[in-house]
């Protein structure tokens, strides 16, 4: 059970702020194109340990599977800017970028925070392979999980489930469930076989993280490698303030 390492409920959690903040970034990219927007946990620098832990393994070609396209979603997208540091680097650092193409697709559930990933793409990054859709992960019956089955090669989270964990809200057509209960049997249903799930976040342990993603080992999600951060040691136990672990479905 995950209630023992339940969040407690936050703003953070709600639509309606995702909604109002990006209205004001859209506001102030339209004001400023210069300005995209923040970089979550840039002070750890997740995003680009991220990049580089997957640079790292096509690289070496270490990945649990071999395909010429390598579909990428960015779970909880924001402003998109994984997506697009994704590619930039991929361009300057990935020795096979030129034998595999890289198609880059970005969800959130707020239409603001769609809106502004997506003129982001037109205005600085017109020939990349990107798309941006509205997508509800939590929705039982979701279209768009169910178009995509089974398609995603590399899954991303930066901090979005961690904001899902910081709503206790039951849903109703999940029997009651909050979000965290949920969260990886919604998004196992567009991962294949050795797909791979990369997430970062800086409200869960390692432990719990990995208690909560593989449902205490109940489901078809396991740990398949990590990234290490700095740590720290207080009271005889030793710990991270960020962690990115990398789950593969079998």
Known sequence: MTEDIRLNSSKLGTQEYWNNFYKREIENFHDNPADTGECWFDDSDAELKMIQFLINHLNENSLPFEKEELKIIDLGTGNGHLLFQMHEDMDEDCEVNDQISLKYTGIDYSPDSVKFASDIAITKYEQASFEFDQVDLLQKESEFLAKHEGEYDILLDKGTLDAIALNNEPLEEHDGKIGMEIYSRQISKIMHKDSILLITSCNFTE????????????????????????????????????????????
């Open 207 to 250: 432990s719990e993280l990995i208690k909560v993603i593989t449902e205490n080992g109940t489901n078809n999600l396991e740990v398949w490698d990590q990234i290490q951060y700095p740590s720290f040691q207080f009271g005889g136990i030793k710990g991270s303030t960020i962690c990115s672990i990398a789950f593969i479905k079998k």
